[in-house]
Nanobody
Framework: QVQLVESGGGLVQPGGSLRLSCAASGIPFSLFTVGWYRRAPGKQRELVAEITNSGNANYADYVKGRFTISRDNAKNTVYLQMNTLKPEDTAVYLC??????????WGQGTQVTVSS
């Protein structure tokens, strides 16, 4: 069974940093595009960043220059390094993968709270 588990969230002050991890089992992350999404209170889920199987990354405009997505295929894990965090970044961050045949697969999410 495919499982995605996010970790690394927490409470941080504005301007701080966090590193999120998405660890997968039952699926070879190396063969799939993996995306980080977030869902803020009262708002629709939105794409934050994604990384393809070849290592190409795409970012939402509001995180460019602040967030970096990367992957470690040996650990079957995708990371999201978040710097210069803002209060509006507060949300549940979720990991997603899949293609036309398999999935979509979602993790349970990890809470990120940016507050002074």
């Amino acid at each position: 069974q495919v499982q995605l588990v996010e970790s690394g969230g927490g409470l941080v002050q504005p301007g701080g940093s966090l590193r999120l991890s998405c660890a997968a089992s039952g699926i070879p992350f190396s063969l799939f595009t993996v995306g980080w999404y977030r869902r803020a209170p009262g708002k629709q889920r939105e794409l934050v960043a994604e990384i393809t199987n070849s290592g190409n990354a795409n970012y939402a405009d509001y995180v460019k220059g602040r967030f970096t997505i990367s992957r470690d295929n040996a650990k079957n894990t995708v990371y999201l390094q978040m710097n210069t965090l803002k209060p509006e970044d507060t949300a549940v961050y979720l990991c997603n993968t899949g293609n036309r045949v398999y999935g979509p697969y979602w993790g349970q999410g990890t809470q990120v709270t940016v507050s002074s």
